[in-house]
């Protein structure tokens, strides 16, 4: 089944339909990607009643008891998230902020005010507001597929990065991913990368990846990886418990938001070597890798430098994703870790 309509619907009617509706569907890139210039240029353009491009929702399948909402976000986040913000008190108008129709500056006061006190000075202009209608065009499909094309295809000329892409793809692996790094103190606590752009979904998937043998994390590869395995097969659900049991020896290791694990090649490259880490010296060990590692860099005289570790570096910066530089750094890191057990 699949049908496609196009209703005007009002922020009134948005306002009453929020707790039903899903902002963040698996194939939806992460939240607070609008900066407060961005957002507030367009509670500008709903208050001048300017157009704004349309919003995408789908009809959550009826026949699924375990769900609350009527819809859910294919297209639009961001205003949806700067239009809450604005209703619920969180972001005031800019400071140049001009209403367009107001010849005799009735309502010059309200620039840089917010919702509420807007609501004080000038109740004509929440009414605007309120009154002002989107254009949303619904989805009724009980594809998966079809949304998560929709998505992409939608997104495809807004900077999706490929992390999103990847996420947006669906499938039981998509699931399973957003699951782990949801769900673990690894990704929640332990390290210091924020979840921006679904980076703990890239980091997680190259985990995966590396448990089930592949040499290479390179884009054209984790693309054909996420293709390929979407459904989440026993060779993944097997990979997926290794990559859980590993992930737990940084748990019980690091600090929460540790400045070790801030570089995501660099935590790619200690979780390749962990099994050959004894336990306990995980911490121990990238911290004196990274020591040396700093001694070297910070040298002026490079010549005399450790030139293993100026080629790690150069590593991290340069086609890090790569096979050659991933077994360059694991290399390089394996023989350190000799040297550090030698020393123990």
Request: charged share 30%.
């Given at each position: 089944?699949?049908?496609?309509?196009?209703?005007?619907?009002?922020?009134?009617?948005?306002?009453?339909?929020?707790?039903?509706?899903?902002?963040?569907?698996?194939?939806?890139?992460?939240?607070?990607?609008?900066?407060?210039?961005?957002?507030?240029?367009?509670?500008?353009?709903?208050?001048?009643?300017?157009?704004?491009?349309?919003?995408?929702?789908?009809?959550?399948?009826?026949?699924?008891?375990?769900?609350?909402?009527?819809?859910?976000?294919?297209?639009?986040?961001?205003?949806?998230?700067?239009?809450?913000?604005?209703?619920?008190?969180?972001?005031?108008?800019?400071?140049?902020?001009?209403?367009?129709?107001?010849?005799?500056?009735?309502?010059?006061?309200?620039?840089?005010?917010t919702f509420f006190e807007i609501d004080n000075v000038a109740p004509s202009i929440i009414s605007r507001i309120l009154e002002y209608e989107l254009c949303i065009?619904?989805?009724?499909?009980?594809?998966?597929?079809?949304?998560?094309?929709?998505?992409?295809?939608?997104?495809?000329?807004?900077?999706?990065?490929?992390?999103?892409?990847?996420?947006?793809?669906?499938?039981?692996?998509?699931?399973?991913?957003?699951?782990?790094?949801?769900?673990?103190?690894?990704?929640?606590?332990?390290?210091?990368?924020?979840?921006?752009?679904?980076?703990?979904?890239?980091?997680?998937?190259?985990?995966?990846?590396?448990?089930?043998?592949?040499?290479?994390?390179?884009?054209?590869?984790?693309?054909?990886?996420?293709?390929?395995?979407?459904?989440?097969?026993?060779?993944?659900?097997?990979?997926?418990?290794?990559?859980?049991?590993?992930?737990?020896?940084?748990?019980?290791?690091?600090?929460?938001?540790?400045?070790?694990?801030?570089?995501?090649?660099?935590?790619?490259?200690?979780?390749?070597?962990?099994?050959?880490?004894?336990?306990?010296?995980?911490?121990?060990?990238?911290?004196?890798?990274?020591?040396?590692?700093?001694?070297?860099?910070?040298?002026?005289?490079?010549?005399?430098?450790?030139?293993?570790?100026?080629?790690?570096?150069?590593?991290?910066?340069?086609?890090?994703?790569?096979?050659?530089?991933?077994?360059?750094?694991?290399?390089?890191?394996?023989?350190?870790?000799?040297?550090?057990?030698?020393?123990?």
């Open positions: 089944m699949f049908k496609i309509f196009q209703e005007y619907k009002s922020i009134s009617w948005l306002l009453a339909q929020e707790k039903y509706i899903d902002f963040s569907p698996n194939y939806q890139r992460m939240g607070r990607v609008w900066n407060k210039e961005q957002k507030q240029l367009l509670i500008d353009s709903v208050i001048n009643g300017f157009d704004i491009p349309k919003i995408y929702f789908q009809f959550m399948p009826q026949n699924n008891n375990t769900l609350c909402y009527n819809y859910a976000v294919i297209d639009g986040k961001q205003r949806l998230e700067a239009i809450f913000d604005f209703l619920k008190n969180e972001l005031a108008l800019s400071d140049p902020f001009v209403f367009i129709n107001d010849a005799d500056k009735k309502y010059s006061n309200i620039a840089g005010k065009v619904f989805m009724d499909t009980d594809s998966p597929d079809i949304i998560n094309e929709t998505f992409i295809r939608l997104n495809s000329g807004v900077a999706v990065n490929t992390a999103e892409k990847r996420n947006a793809s669906g499938g039981n692996l998509a699931q399973q991913m957003k699951t782990l790094y949801m769900t673990s103190p690894f990704f929640t606590d332990k390290i210091r990368m924020t979840n921006a752009r679904y980076a703990h979904f890239d980091l997680a998937l190259k985990f995966l990846m590396i448990e089930m043998g592949y040499e290479d994390l390179g884009k054209k590869t984790v693309d054909r990886f996420v293709s390929s395995e979407k459904d989440f097969d026993i060779e993944c659900q097997q990979a997926l418990e290794r990559v859980k049991s590993k992930i737990n020896c940084f748990i019980n290791e690091f600090d929460d938001k540790d400045k070790l694990l801030s570089k995501k090649s660099l935590i790619v490259t200690l979780y390749s070597i962990v099994d050959e880490i004894p336990v306990g010296k995980l911490k121990k060990f990238i911290k004196y890798f990274e020591l040396s590692r700093e001694i070297a860099m910070g040298r002026e005289d490079k010549i005399n430098s450790d030139p293993k570790m100026i080629e790690f570096t150069r590593l991290l910066q340069q086609g890090a994703d790569k096979k050659f530089s991933l077994d360059g750094r694991r290399e390089i890191m394996l023989e350190y870790l000799h040297i550090f057990l030698t020393i123990e």
